[in-house]
């Protein structure tokens, strides 16, 4: 066998610390490898979603007993046997020929390669191309942020090898199972001598290795990227294919299928009661790309119809700005602050209600420079949607970052900046990726989340009534996690109570490099918790103990009740090669299981999601994104919510409450099922924007249903008699007013 340096053939690793951040992460392909028995029929490379990071192994393989099935695979099984259902399945990262092998490494080093199996998975033996003579321990690793092997987990004790020649060596052990996507990784540690795991060609696979004198860094992860991967195999049985799911594709014919973009926005920008998109490609549009919904999950493209074009925008937050009943645009654009070409700047756009809109010359809101999320709330009172606006670098990866600005709505498409008077400007900006109004303390008032990047502490500025705002990130744990002195690189935010117990809760999405900055903050989920500080609440970490797992990619989270049971679920945009989006159901006891494979979801490198009734059948159906491809969008049907007993409320609001009632908190009783859910006027990472209307699910609950709406002017009705398993419209002031 040849051998090669690391410097050629496609093979890349990092030389430093700075480096692993561009060039850490490899390629990634179809786990399946030749025959491709898990590949898509258009090709496409599947998705790596991860299901339960805790599936039930039994003993984990470490003994001779029989593995046991969790809860979840019991589920997909839906009473089939595993044994009646087998599939004999190799997965494999195994090109047709050995090409050579990383040079330099020493004893102690390791190299790694993960699977995700596509569908539920049973195996008991792997096999490793090796090249050279020595010792080596063959492994077989859980995962950690679905990015490396988790080096504290072996699923099968290790195996010590002597290796005279070149050729595969094999491992078997007591049966292990995994969850459909629960990534596994199979590899070896150098013991003694000069042995090495094989490359070969290949689309590029999860590939991993650790080196310190290769790297010369700390002894971190560093990937290999390009057309070749570790030959490596591992033998098993593929069972309980699914044969049901909770959403169907379909995003062929419904003119989704014709549009590239990463951003999403959604409202009924025409008034017909049913929302429509704005898409934007990810890196810019020469204009946005508005789609209308025709009914029947069909849309029509109608942005040449609208007049908005040439804005070279980035993203739109919706919202009815005027007051008139209709919905206007803000359309962020990214621009860098030492930009010569000024022909682009951020702009409004009012709607003029025959299916056109037009630019709202000196709206001023050019301010913002490198633009990377807005979101619409009244945080004043007036009757008047008000616009915070976060920016990102000045130029990546520089620190520098351009100031957020918080803009004071005047009604008619105009906004005055307002940052230093409320008390929101920074002295030492930071750079900005999402922005989330919702009322955390409680009190009445829209707060302020902004998501910041670059190991930069995230704000929440509480809206004090009257106009000003103090930030109380650190206090209430909103701004960083309690390991270290840094923040991490938070992408969006989402407010949700996911355990009904009257408090908003959240969702921090980040992107989080284990591999080589273990030192930023992870993705968290955030329970609301009564606490003695001058704020009376802060929030507490339930990610592990909520199930949730750990994953590098997390950008764009949305709670949503997809199967009407009472109570939100989570589902987030997660990108990279080799990861994928994924929904969360809530068991509702406080815990969260990975569903992604029931239900039929595959968007892998996702981008954005969002989330509405679009076929009124009274189910929430998904659109989401993907960077594959340069930005592929995906249409779901919701198969299954409809089958539990639901209502949809659209709420009107009269002044001095904006029209559209973003920031209303809306309450639903029936009997002692309690939930609360809030009017959102966007959030997210260059912007998500779902539906406006509140959608609640009650699942088998047949006590009657009394709604309690606390309106953005302070008043609070209470609604009763609605109908069930239909959309009702609640204008403000029809309502039996509530002291």
Known sequence: MRRFSVRFHQVVFAMSIGALTAFGLGACSDDSGPGRVDATPDGRVDAFVDASVDAAVGDGGGDAGEPVLSDYLMEICAGRSPDDTAEATELTHAGTEPLGVIQGLQDGDIEAIGFAPKHPFRFDLVRVYVSGTGSIEIHVWDDWFRSEPDLEHDL????????????????SFSTILRDPSQRFWVGIVHVSGDVHLALADGPGGLSRFKSPSLINAPFVWSGISGQVEYMVQSSGEYFCKATRTFFSDRTAGSGLDQVQAGRIAMSDLDGDQDDDVVFHLTAGSPEPIIEENEGNLKFAYVTDTTDVTDTHSNFAVLGDLDNDGDQDMYLGVYRPQDATDFAYYSSVWLNDGDGTFHEVVGSGVDLNGTTAAGAFADYDGDGYLDLYVGNWLVHYPDPAAMPDFLFQGQGDGTFVEKSQEAGTARQNPSPSYGVTWCDVDDDGFADILVANYGYASNFLFLNQGDGTFVEAGLLTHVAKDDNGGYGGNTFGIDCGDYDNDGHLDLFLAEIAHPRYQPWSDPSRLLHWTASANAYGFEYSDDTLAAGLPRDEGMIDPSWVDFDNDGDLDLFVSILYTGHASRLFRNNGDGTFQDVTYLAGIDIPDGQAGVWSDLDGDGDMDLIATSRRGGGTVYLYENTIGAQSRWMELDLVGVPPSNRDAIGARVTAEAGSLV???????????????????????????????????HWPSGRTERFTGLPDNARSTLTEGTGTEVP
């Open 675 to 709: 939930q609360i859910h809030e009017v959102k006027g966007g959030k997210g990472h260059n912007n998500t924007v779902s539906t406006r209307v509140v959608h609640f699910g009650f699942g088998d609950v047949t006590d009657a249903v009394t709604v309690t709406v």
């Open 156 to 171: 099968t004790p290790a195996e010590t090898k002597t290796i005279t020649a070149d050729g595969w060596q094999e491992m």
